[in-house]
């Protein structure tokens, strides 16, 4: 059985149809992509998914749970962390206190001993421990994306959704993110699924692949699949270019 | 790495706050009775501002309506202290279902009111909770708008325009000191306890669910830190410390009427919050300070020889506040931060 199932997922804003009757299966333990141009809806099927949006019909079930039905406080318990596409740290706060709010729900209220080893463990996962007790704000951009994800694992989750990780990262950090992903998943025991535009990156590091186009599904497949599919070609250069 | 270790850090932190402490303790023997009043306001501000920093520099929320809690504070105290008896005494007619007690020591009501004020911040923090920003701010100003008109309204317990007279305070436990040292000593001992649980709570869990709602709700979200819970939290811890400093205001001034918690009181302590430093507890002493002296000196300045008008105070709180926000931004904290800071920077090592 898929560890997660998201089932004819459909979400208006107004009169747009952001997502169109959507689904998708992610099998537990692989690496999943989900592409498509600006504004296909990719972002919005995550927030979905974390119970940032309300969906307006479907179900997304997780390890046998509807999560449409969890509380948006509670998805992390569930086993869902995320990251967001802008960095969304807390950049008054230090690098330790930033990783010890992600792990919020499996720390004590008081005297976390236990939780602030786990921080730390996961700090050191990360190669951040030198910066544990530096405020945020004003650290480079990669390092606060790999702030963003010691602050996501350090709950222990099951899936990790990673919303635009190589964006805004140099050459070199996109090169090394590759490996990186497919460590944790193997360390942390984790289920991935990725938005991501930069190709290469998607090409090399999923299992499978999955487009939306105009919040509808348009292809799903192995990278190579899926960028052969006709239909993903049309989608990102459009109607006009592939008829001339 | 900047600064010290954390240890060192720590233990410097901890020498600074003995010497403060030690410092309050020993002040009353030099300088008159009025004096000793004036740093029991001193601390009584402190508390107040201490909740108040909780909520706005932990939080994020704004209130403008924390000298209405701290009268909320005052009142319970006033009136537990007098009991049924000293209201019908003084012509008051309290209905009988209200448990009001045959009159208690004054010190004893503290926690009380603590308890009251903190249950009414709990609810008042629950509509507040759709509210954020100036709306807040509106919302909070409310209630400081309307609890004079309220207070006025219950005249049957709250004595109405006139106010409740308390007993003139006096030493409990046949104590050998002065009725204003034993105020002054009352005030600063419910201020060490009540900074010593702002320091645990911020520093908690809860702490930093606060700073991270108010850094980024949707992040702190999908942390799993609900952000309604917590900044109800904020609302009723906060209130909790400002009816404690009501509550000693009531003990020290002896009196409690609409008037003594007026709408600028509120504004006035929001602005000291500000000059303290958001988001840190040892500026909180230079807010309480400010806002016990610089009326005084604003209206009297010494070395002047000449009295300013009334208005003086307002305007010069005013000024202060705006020179502080270009020059300081983060308050005083913000200010013996960067003094200390590249004092305690070690010298860069080669392994560095």
Redesign the interface.
């Known amino acids: 059985m898929a560890l997660l199932e998201v089932d004819q997922v459909t979400r208006r804003f107004g009169g747009i149809v952001a997502l169109s009757d959507v689904s998708l299966e992610l099998e537990e333990g692989t690496i999943g992509g989900l592409i498509g141009p600006n504004g296909a809806g990719k972002t919005t099927l995550f927030n979905v998914i974390?119970r940032?949006y309300k969906a307006d019909s479907g179900r997304v079930v997780f390890d046998g749970r509807n999560l449409l039905r969890v509380r948006?406080?509670?998805?992390?318990?569930a086993g869902v962390?995320?990251t967001?596409q802008n960095v969304?740290?807390?950049?008054?706060?230090t690098v330790l206190?930033n990783v010890?709010?992600?792990a919020?729900?499996r720390?004590?209220?008081?005297g976390?001993r236990t939780?602030k080893a786990l921080a730390r463990e996961t700090l050191e996962a990360l190669t951040l421990s030198?910066l544990a007790?530096?405020v945020v704000a004003g650290l480079p951009f990669g390092t606060l994306k790999q702030i963003e994800l010691a602050?996501a694992l350090v709950?222990r989750p099951r899936l990790l959704l990673l919303d635009e990780p190589a964006g805004g990262l140099n050459h070199e950090e996109v090169g090394e993110l590759g490996g990186l992903i497919r460590r944790i998943r193997k360390d942390f025991d984790l289920t991935v699924f990725l938005v991501e535009h930069h190709m290469n990156l998607v090409m090399s590091v999923c299992d499978r692949v999955h487009v939306l186009n105009f919040g509808q599904k348009i292809a799903e497949g192995t990278p190579a699949e899926v960028r052969a599919d006709p239909a993903v070609i049309q989608a990102y250069l459009g109607t006009d270019s592939a008829a001339a | 790495m900047i600064g010290l270790p954390r240890p060192l850090y720590t233990a410097l932190k901890l020498a600074a706050l003995a010497g403060v402490v030690a410092i309050l303790a020993v002040l009353p023997r030099f300088m008159g009775e009025f004096r000793v009043g004036q740093f029991t306001f001193v601390g009584i501000y402190f508390i107040a501002l201490l909740g108040l920093n909780i909520l706005t520099g932990y939080s994020g929320q704004i209130s403008l309506g924390h000298g209405a809690f701290m009268g909320i504070g005052a009142y319970v105290t006033a009136v537990l202290t007098l009991g049924r008896k000293g209201l019908v005494l003084f012509g008051h007619h309290p209905p009988h279902w209200l448990p009001l007690g045959d009159g208690m020591r004054p010190a004893l009501t503290i926690p009380i009111a603590l308890v009251v004020t903190g249950i009414v911040g709990l609810l008042f923090g629950m509509p507040a909770l759709r509210l954020a920003g100036v709306s807040l701010a509106l919302a909070t100003f409310a209630v400081a708008v309307s609890l004079p008109t309220v207070a006025k309204r219950f005249e049957d317990v709250t004595g109405g325009g006139g106010g409740l007279s308390l007993p003139l305070p006096e030493t409990p436990f046949g104590l050998h000191v002065s009725a204003p040292h034993w105020l002054y000593y009352e005030a600063w001992g419910c201020a060490a306890i009540l900074f010593v649980v702002a320091w645990v709570l911020v520093r908690a869990r809860v702490g930093r669910a606060w700073r991270a709602i108010r850094d980024g709700e949707l992040a702190a979200t999908a942390s799993g830190v609900s952000p309604a819970l917590y900044k109800t939290l904020a609302f009723g811890v906060s209130s909790a410390f400002a009816g404690v400093a009501g509550s000693l205001l009531a003990i020290q001034v002896a009196f409690v009427n609409p008037d003594t918690f007026p709408l600028s009181l509120s504004i006035l302590l929001l602005a000291s919050v500000v000059v303290g430093g958001l988001g840190s507890l040892s500026g909180v002493i230079v807010g309480a300070l400010m806002l016990e002296f610089l009326p005084v000196y604003a209206q009297h300045p010494p070395l002047f020889g000449q009295s300013f008008s009334k208005q003086a105070p307002g305007v010069v709180f005013g000024v202060v506040l705006i020179l502080i926000m270009f020059a300081v931004p983060a308050g005083a904290a913000g200010l013996l931060r960067r003094i200390v800071r590249p004092l305690t920077k070690p010298v860069p090592t080669v392994s560095d």
């Open positions: 974390t940032m948006p406080t509670r998805v992390i318990r962390a995320r967001f969304a740290l807390f950049p008054s706060m206190d010890l709010v992600g919020h729900t720390v004590r209220p008081f976390d939780g030198p007790d530096r602050r709950s």
